[in-house]
């Protein structure tokens, strides 16, 4: 059952990516697909083992999560029959019970297994590199690459992960051989970062960046310095080979710190301004997949806001006490610890959050893995330091 379960965290893993709809079979997303086959593999298991181990601050976030999809979404879904809606929108309900599903499973496959940590770092890190190579190898062309995603922005969100993991590799304890491998890495999936020119994964990757710069100024000054360096002179030498490109010419105005804010984040602040308008003439929240009702046909473009329409205020406040509780377990990881891929998943964790404040991240199957991959990280090094579960 152990190399099922290696196996399941690496299709997991790869599987999270998978997001435009030809990646469906019989309509059923690959990931979801993955989600249940590992659920049911882990009840099996509990079942012949009679005995099913997770820690009590696991059990904490679990119950807010689930209390705020299931509790407060019936609840807002109740009102919002009430005012905008005929009737429930199960589909977007299965959709959060998938991201449940997932956030548990991943926990308890990665819970006291290193092996497994190391799995599912290296399937990202080899799906950034493929994703990478093929927006380079596409570079000529006008439009925006989306990868394997549907979006430019979460796929930028998603190299910028795979960005931080590779970062905190390379500012560790690494032979010679492997560095260079590594900053190879670093600067192809860092360039494929660049070229989304999607501000959001632009914010992403500095805030996983910070994180590392934090975590790595106990013990590697020079390494981190070093890095920095390189990478501040390998974007300032890319932007001028780039520049004369036709995708460049299209989209260098998004890199305009000036034209961004003039423009509200593509009329971002706009509809961030009726979303909030609309949550204050019902605090309640209008229920499972409102939003694109309540505003128009349009995304907030915004994690909490998105929360917030759906859920109300109530929902709001369980998120951010959720948000806050794994925040804490990435700080933990990074004051803690000294291990390459804890630290890279602490700042990938970032890296989504940041993302989330320009993105809708709520049904977003990376969000809720890193999310698991981090409260797993942080109970394996509490085992280590107390020896129980907390």
């Known amino acids: 059952m152990d190399h099922i379960f290696n196996a399941l965290i690496v299709l997991l893993s790869l599987s999270i990516t998978l997001v435009r709809e030809e990646y469906r079979f019989f309509g059923l997303p690959y990931y979801d697909i993955v989600t249940v086959i590992s659920t049911f593999l882990i009840l099996i298991s509990t079942l012949n083992r009679n005995r099913f181990s997770v820690s009590k601050g696991f059990l904490l976030r679990l119950g807010v999560l689930f209390a705020t999809v299931m509790g407060v979404g019936s609840l807002s879904t109740l009102v919002g029959l009430q005012t905008i809606i005929r009737e429930p929108n199960f ?3 299965l959709r959060a019970a998938g991201s449940v599903l997932l956030f548990i499973s991943t926990y308890v496959m990665i ?8 799995l599912a770092a290296s399937s990202l890190v080899l799906v950034a590199l493929v994703q990478g190579l093929v927006a380079i190898g596409g570079i000529g062309s006008t439009s925006r690459f989306v990868g394997t995603f549907d979006d430019p922005n979460y796929l930028g969100v998603f190299q910028s992960m795979a960005f931080c ?18 900053y190879a890495l670093l600067a192809l999936v860092g360039l494929s970062v660049l070229i989304t020119f999607s501000r959001g994964a632009y914010l992403a990757l500095f805030g996983g960046f910070a994180v590392i710069i934090w975590a790595r100024l106990k013990n590697a000054k020079t390494q981190i310095v070093f890095v920095i360096g390189t990478a501040a002179l390998g974007i300032w030498h890319s932007l001028s080979l780039l520049e004369s490109l036709p995708i460049v010419q299209r989209f260098v105005g998004r890199l305009n710190i000036i034209e961004a804010i003039q423009t509200g984040g593509t009329g ?11 949550l204050g003439n019902n605090p309640w929240g209008y229920g499972w997949g409102t939003e694109t009702v309540v505003l128009s046909g349009k995304v907030s473009h915004n994690v909490f806001l998105e929360v917030a ?8 406040l369980l998120t951010i006490f959720l948000l806050g509780l794994i925040i804490g377990d990435a700080v933990h990881l990074v004051k803690k610890t000294e291990n390459e891929y804890y630290i890279g998943f602490a700042a990938s964790v970032i890296c989504v959050l940041v993302g989330g404040v320009s993105l809708n991240m709520w049904y977003v199957r990376q969000f809720w893995y890193v999310l698991a991959m981090c409260v797993a990280l942080a109970d394996n090094l509490r085992l280590r330091e107390y020896g129980t579960s907390t």
């Open 91 to 93: 589909g977007v309900l």
């Open 111 to 118: 819970l006291g297994n290193e092996r497994r940590v190391k």
């Open 165 to 182: 993991i590779i970062l905190s590799r390379l500012t560790g304890r690494t032979r010679f051989w492997e560095k260079l491998i590594l």
């Open 268 to 278: 971002r602040t706009d509809i961030w301004k009726r979303a909030v308008l609309s």
């Open 309 to 316: 329409i759906q859920y109300g205020v109530i929902g709001f």
